[in-house]
């Protein structure tokens, strides 16, 4: 069984577990403690050199980091990935807009938050917020006239997009301004094989 | 032939003018002038709801913005990008991390280094630059022990970090910490097929 690893707080690595969950995928979840400074140490940073979770270990003991390209590898073949070029693009595109334009905004501004530091760098936490809102504001106007993030179905697109706009809140960013894109966040939430993010952990 | 709506100073349009050249691509450049607003009009908001460039628009009017995707979409079928499901994830990989830990930060501090407004708002500045420098950090461990990104050989993985990792000195942050990555760059510069950043807008 492929084992992932991950820490409860990230939801980077939810984005894999969602997967695993929608197409009933095993997945031993192994805890990275991050506060603990795990994953710089070397054994870790041989599994990824950015030092960061999730990371996917296959039986064969083939590293694969990466929140999305997890998602991509496991999703392959399934309905949750075309194999059409131009629509498979078409799922892409979001998926490299939620890593460029929203998790690193949303990510660092609830980082701040729920550690307290908002206060400490008041600029950075401004600047972060700011470009997290201009993210939002796109996801408005996408999801004001689509029900999904492409193709017009549910795809692995959502799933990615979903991990860290299900935080806003707890980045302190108030979602009124987004009526549309948070009608699409119901909307996955209430797909019947939706989990919790601390899905996979042990109790 | 597909058009590239595009601008001279954005490193991420040029990763698909580079694609569009190791592969003898046609492509039609065509200026979004961002200076002028040109990106947050309504006319082009329907290209892209983010409003960035660059966008990929093919000939029956389909719009694919993101430079990632449209530099994978170019890619397809090619020597760039493998078919293999686990070949390709860890191409994917790499344009993963360089969406969310490279080019943010090293497009965000260069921004604010060009324009003069490092000094206005040092702790964003700084805390851009140490993200860059852990992101480069990676790269650095990452080449001390191979010649490409990904798979042994150059891949459209290289090209898109490429695009990002060559105005790190234009961010205002020194390379020399980073010999094994400087070593990748200048072997990705000595490809035959290699262009200037402003290749292929009118002059």
Chains 1, 2 share one sequence.
């Not at 991509?72 to 595109?93: N, T, W």
């Amino acid at each position: 069984m492929p084992i992932l690893y991950d820490y409860p707080r990230s939801r980077n690595g939810y984005k894999a577990r969602l997967v695993a969950s929608h197409l009933g995928l095993p997945l031993q979840v192994v805890t990275t403690d991050l506060m603990a400074g795990e994953s710089r140490q070397a054994d870790f940073l041989a599994k990824n050199a950015a030092g960061k979770v999730p990371v996917l270990e296959l039986e064969d003991g083939t590293c694969l980091p990466e929140s999305n390209a997890i998602a991509l590898f496991l999703a392959e073949g399934s309905a949750l990935l075309p194999d059409a070029k131009l629509e498979r693009a078409q799922v892409l595109r979001w998926m490299f807009f939620e890593q460029s334009q929203l998790l690193p905004n949303i990510g660092l501004a609830r980082m701040l938050k729920i550690t307290g530091r908002d206060t400490q760098r008041p600029d950075v936490y401004a600047q972060r917020v700011e470009a997290a809102q201009d993210a939002l504001s796109a996801l408005e106007r996408h999801f004001a006239g689509n029900d999904w993030a492409a193709l017009g179905r549910f795809t692995v697109a959502d799933i990615v997009l979903y991990a860290y706009s299900s935080v806003v809140e707890e980045a302190g960013i108030d979602t009124a301004p987004y009526p549309a894109f948070v009608a699409w966040r119901r909307r996955v939430e209430s797909l019947p094989a939706h989990i919790p993010p601390d899905w996979g952990f042990a109790a």
